[in-house]
C-alpha cells in the first residue's frame, strides 16, 4: 500500500477486518486524514451490521449463488476524488473481500427496500381496517338503524342494519354453506333494478360494512362468485332482502 490510490481502495476490506495488520496500521494512518475514506468505511461498518441483523430473515431461493457469482465480477470503485488515478494491482484476497462487500451491500439494500415496502404495507392494512371497523360501529349506533333479519334457503340466517344518517349498511351472516373452492360470497345493492358490487364476505359467516352507500337502493343481494368478485351478478342469488326504511 504505497500510493494515496491504493489507500481509497482498501475501505471495504478495512471494514470487513480483510487487512494484515500492517495495511490496517497505514490504512488508520490514512484514514485519520481522508475525510472520504472514513466515511466509506463508516456506511461499509454500518452495512455489515445490518446485514447481521437481517439474518434471521429467510433468503430467497438462489441468493447465495447470486452472491457467490457475482464476488469474482464486482469491483469497488475509488471516491470521486481519486476515481481518475489508475489503481494499481491490489492483492488477490483484497478483490475478494471488496467485491463480496458490494455484492453484499446490493443484496441487502434490495431486502431493505423489500422489508420497507412491506412495513408500508402492513401501516396501510392496519390504517383501513381500523377504518372500516369505525365507520362499521357508526352504522350499528346511529340513531336512525334499521334491522332486517331473514332465514336463507340455503341455510343460515342473514341479517343487514342500515343508517340512512350515516349512510351505510352494514350485513351479518350465521350458518351458510362455505361456498364452492375457488369462490366467495358477494354483497349487491339493488339500485333501480341494477345490482351494484358491496363487497364481499369472508367464509361462510361474519358481519362486514357494505361498500358504497345504500342511499339509493331499495333491495340487497348475496351471490356467489369468483374468489375475486365480478362486476355483475353471475349465479343465481342466495339471498335477496329489502333494506328496512
Keep these: 500500500m504505497s500510493t494515496t490510490a491504493d489507500s481509497h481502495l482498501l475501505?471495504?476490506?478495512?471494514?470487513?477486518?480483510?487487512?494484515?495488520?500492517?495495511?490496517?496500521?497505514?490504512?488508520?494512518?490514512?484514514?485519520?486524514?481522508?475525510?472520504?475514506?472514513?466515511?466509506?468505511?463508516?456506511?461499509?461498518?454500518?452495512?455489515?451490521t445490518k446485514l447481521g441483523l437481517a439474518a434471521a430473515v429467510t433468503p430467497p431461493p438462489g441468493f447465495k449463488d447470486a452472491v457467490m457469482a457475482r464476488v469474482a465480477d464486482v469491483r469497488q470503485e475509488p471516491p470521486p476524488a481519486v476515481r481518475a488515478a489508475p489503481p494499481r494491482r491490489r492483492p488477490r484476497a483484497v478483490h475478494w473481500a471488496l467485491a463480496a462487500c458490494v455484492a453484499l451491500a446490493a443484496a441487502l439494500g434490495g431486502t431493505a427496500v423489500w422489508q420497507g415496502q412491506r412495513a408500508h404495507e402492513a401501516r396501510t392494512e392496519v390504517r383501513a381496517a381500523q377504518d372500516r371497523a369505525a365507520r362499521l360501529d357508526a352504522v350499528l349506533s346511529a340513531p336512525d338503524v334499521r334491522v332486517a333479519s331473514a332465514p336463507l334457503d340455503a341455510g343460515g340466517r342473514a341479517t343487514v342494519v342500515v343508517s340512512r344518517a350515516r349512510d351505510g349498511a352494514v350485513f351479518a351472516a350465521t350458518g351458510l354453506p362455505r361456498p364452492p373452492a375457488g369462490t366467495v360470497y358477494q354483497l349487491w345493492f339493488d339500485v333501480d333494478g341494477t345490482m351494484r358490487p358491496a363487497g364481499l364476505l369472508p367464509g361462510s359467516s361474519g358481519t362486514v360494512l357494505m361498500e358504497g352507500s345504500p342511499r339509493a337502493a331499495t333491495a340487497m343481494g348475496l351471490t356467489i362468485e369468483p374468489k375475486t368478485g365480478s362486476r355483475a351478478p353471475t349465479s343465481k342469488p342466495v339471498a335477496l332482502m329489502t333494506l328496512p326504511t
Design 11 to 48: 475501505t471495504g476490506a478495512y471494514a470487513l477486518h480483510a487487512l494484515e495488520p500492517a495495511e490496517e496500521a497505514a490504512f488508520e494512518r490514512h484514514m485519520a486524514h481522508c475525510a472520504a475514506c472514513a466515511q466509506e468505511v463508516r456506511e461499509f461498518t454500518e452495512t455489515a
